[in-house]
């Protein structure tokens, strides 16, 4: 009998193995069980996401092995920190327009040449570009600075796509607001676009400080509005404004707010107009007071107080649900060529190639300007995303205009021996950086 109870295939028989053999027969049923209702729930998440979640992979050339890789940042440690909060905060919600994630800190790399890929467009090709950002036009004898790309550190820029842009931007108004760099990143934009448009499509026009494309078709528009201080200033005309005694009155944003309303993508810039190296005249009152009570600030204390005069603005009347706001950052100059190691007392002209110091932080891009960025942004109620694109273009000393530009006034006999003495090192020529810019912001736009 004891030997029954362990005999195989007596019916009845066999208790004595049964109670583990089920226990392990139950526990093998219930991990296959877990693991099919895991990769059920995995592979049925995919198909339900649109394959534009994740940006298309390009092919780049094979890199150099004797290459360095790129080194962390130094002068700007710190500082770039503080801006990558307000950058990269986490948003509760999906935001809109995005369709995926870029998947790196994209304002972190290097400049890689590529003649197979840059320019995106050519300058004859966009009839929209100003003469006084024409390099090739006015005579630039080299093109190296046409065919430089942005790489990131750790993934690539998604390939800009001008139909998808205007898909995703039918029926909307996209608008730029702030100086003469943020019309330069607003007129590159226009070139990356216009060529998916039909010419009977398309037109520009310009109503005193507001320039609007249509994409006819698309019903869209893609704005400019001049306000270099974004409050309103003594500058505000949007051709006759250069003055030297700079005055902002305060807070003030109204006059100027009233073209922002309605936009369903709005781009801030300001920042050239502050450096003036001393302290910033602010108006309390209007400009249209007899008497004129003006004060000054320093310049770090100004700038945070416009700052967090947009912030409102934008929390007042900007849906978080269906619009987006953007700041982009400060644009360098390149005006002293012993800041970036050459002592031959030049600055940005007869300039051919990158920056290759990766640690290099020019002298007058204000680290203090940046930090207020980054406090101010990142403490917004409603996301607004910060366009980085002061380091990458901290490198580019050979991308400026030079003097290779629409001059409006003629030049002295003195200004054509001494081609430096009049050179422009703070805008840029187009086709160039300002579409990396523009890379940079479709990547925020559409894959935060």
């Not at 050179?423 to 160039?432: E, F, K």
Request: with cysteine.
């Amino acid at each position: 009998m004891m030997k029954a109870q362990h005999g195989h295939g007596v019916p009845g028989g066999g208790h004595g193995r049964r109670a583990p053999f089920l226990t392990s027969y139950a526990l093998t049923l219930a991990f296959i069980t877990f693991v099919s209702l895991l990769y059920f729930k995995d592979f049925s998440s995919t198909l339900h996401q649109p394959f534009l979640h994740h940006p298309p992979q390009r092919h780049h050339p094979r890199a150099s092995p004797h290459r360095s890789r790129p080194r962390p940042h130094v002068a700007a440690a710190g500082v770039g920190n503080v801006v990558e909060k307000a950058a990269s905060r986490a948003p509760e919600r999906r935001l809109p327009f995005a369709v995926g994630a870029a998947g790196c800190d994209i304002s972190i790399g290097e400049w890689v040449y590529d003649a197979a890929a840059r320019p995106l467009y050519l300058e004859e090709e966009c009839p929209y570009i100003q003469p006084q950002l024409t390099c090739k036009e006015h005579g630039r004898p080299d093109t190296a600075y046409r065919h430089w790309r942005w790489q990131p550190r750790g993934c690539d820029l998604p390939s800009f796509n001008a139909t998808l842009m205007l898909e995703m931007l039918r029926g909307k108004r996209m608008l730029f607001v702030g100086d003469s760099l943020n019309r330069g990143q607003y007129v590159s934009l226009v070139c990356l676009l216009h060529r998916a448009i039909p010419e009977s499509s398309k037109s520009m026009e310009t109503f005193d400080s507001l320039t609007v494309f249509r994409a006819k078709d698309y019903n869209a528009t893609i704005e400019f509005y001049w306000a270099p201080f974004l409050a309103e200033s003594n500058s505000d005309d949007a051709v006759v404004h250069r003055v030297a005694d700079r005055i902002v009155r305060g807070t003030a944003i109204e006059n100027h707010a009233k073209f922002w309303k309605g936009a369903d993508v709005v781009v801030f810039n300001t920042y050239l107009w502050w450096m003036t190296g001393q302290k910033m005249k602010i108006l309390q009152g209007s400009f249209e007071d007899k008497s004129k009570d003006i004060i000054e600030m320093e310049t770090e204390d100004a700038y945070g107080m416009v700052l967090n005069a947009v912030v409102k603005w934008v929390e007042n009347n900007m849906n978080p649900r269906n619009s987006r706001a953007f700041f982009v950052t400060m644009s360098p100059t390149h005006t002293r060529s012993k800041d970036w190691g050459d002592d031959s007392d030049g600055n940005c002209y007869n300039q051919t190639t990158p920056i290759k110091d990766l640690s290099y932080w020019g002298p007058g891009t204000s680290k203090g300007l940046m930090r207020v960025i980054g406090e101010v942004f990142s403490a917004s109620k409603v996301p607004v995303g910060v366009v980085n694109i002061t380091q990458l273009s901290e490198y580019r000393k050979d991308a400026h205009t030079q003097i290779y530009k629409k001059q409006w006034n003629p030049l002295t006999p003195e200004q054509i021996a001494s081609p430096k003495s009049y050179a422009d090192c703070t805008h840029w020529c187009l086709p160039g950086l300002q579409d990396t810019w523009n890379e940079v912001l479709y990547t925020k736009l559409f894959f935060p």
